[in-house]
T-cell receptor, first 112, second 114 residues
Framework: SQQGEEDPQALSIQEGENATMNCSYK?????LQWYRQNSGRGLVHLIL?????REKHSGRLRVTLDTSKKSSSLLITASRAADTASYFC????????????FGGGTRLMVKP | DTEVTQTPKHLVMGMTNKKSLKCEQH?????MYWYKQKAKKPPELMFV???????INESVPSRFSPECPNSSLLNLHLHALQPEDSALYLC?????????????FGPGTRLTVT
């Protein structure tokens, strides 16, 4: 079963614009991860934010975490056509470090 | 080497066939996973192996049988599948107990059951 929901389900923007995706989850967490999946391929880990962190940056990615609202957001700045992919947040609902439950995902299309 | 490999890339099988999916990693990871992903849906966890022992089975039907012959290899044996089992099957690995939780995914096997 899905741990959370992502919003929006689909997003279409022009190259150079910023893209923001939101994720909500249900249980308390130790960390939250974001993954990218190109069409029909495996997932690639993007960034992990721990429960005691509020914001984290990695290159053009900025992730925020609000544990009081059980929500996270992923911002991709200055988007490129190569950023076209599905983006999933993921948590470990048991906090045992041995499983991931994914949100529904946001399908991002960046038009050149 | 940060790669997880999966074979075959594509598999078409009839409902009476027996086939196996294979997954391999050489990162020294001690946790390995099988996920099932339907189109436009997130991956759903099927099995977790930790230190070569099955630690999680997410109520997967017995027509799917996982096997972990050693710390680098993970198999998924398929028998008497149904058309609704058609999906992308993803293998992943992570460091395991006490390690960083990031998972590394293979490219997947696209399975079609006819």
């Amino acid at each position: 079963s899905q741990q959370g929901e992502e919003d929006p389900q689909a997003l279409s923007i022009q190259e150079g614009e910023n893209a923001t995706m939101n994720c909500s989850y249900k249980t308390s967490i130790n960390n939250l991860q974001w993954y990218r999946q190109n069409s029909g391929r495996g997932l690639v880990h993007l960034i992990l934010i721990r429960s005691n962190e509020r914001e984290k940056h990695s290159g053009r990615l900025r992730v925020t975490l609000d544990t009081s609202k059980k929500s996270s957001s992923l911002l991709i700045t200055a988007s490129r056509a190569a950023d076209t992919a599905s983006y999933f947040c993921a948590t470990d609902p048991n906090n045992a470090g041995n499983m991931l439950t994914f949100g529904g995902g946001t399908r991002l299309m960046v038009k050149p | 080497d940060t790669e997880v490999t999966q074979t075959p890339k594509h598999l078409v099988m009839g409902m009476t066939n027996k086939k196996s999916l294979k997954c391999e990693q050489h990162m020294g990871h001690r946790a390995m996973y099988w996920y099932k992903q339907k189109a436009k849906k997130p991956p759903e966890l099927m099995f977790v192996y930790s230190y070569e022992k099955l630690s999680i089975n997410e109520s997967v039907p017995s027509r799917f049988s996982p096997e972990c012959p050693n710390s680098s290899l993970l198999n998924l044996h398929l028998h008497a599948l149904q058309p609704e089992d058609s999906a992308l099957y993803l293998c992943a690995s992570s460091r395991g107990r006490g390690g960083l939780p990031e998972q590394y995914f293979g490219p997947g096997t696209r399975l079609t059951v006819t």
